[in-house]
């Protein structure tokens, strides 16, 4: 099985921008007692306000793994 991956816009808890955070993990997302989605930024700020949640496609991930196999990376 996997892991299901998001593009998550939400508001930076240092700048108050709103930034976008892509292939964050489901377990970075949660609801607070209202319902509402927030995202754990790290350690320090773990409930920032979320704008947007887009699940990644699985055809994508795949895609990119692919080209990776492939190509490798620039550190390699």
């Given at each position: ?14 700048s ?14 949660s ?6 989605t ?25 895609a ?10 620039a550190?390699?």
């Amino acid at each position: 099985m996997t892991k299901k991956l998001f593009n998550v816009k939400y508001v930076n808890p240092f700048s108050g921008r709103e930034t976008t955070e892509v292939e964050v993990s489901a377990d970075r997302l949660s609801q607070n007692d209202s319902g509402e989605t927030v995202f754990r930024y790290n350690d320090f700020h773990p409930t920032c306000e979320v704008v947007g949640v887009v699940e990644v496609s699985q055809a994508k991930l795949a895609a990119k793994e692919a080209y990776f196999t492939r190509w490798g990376t620039a550190s390699e």
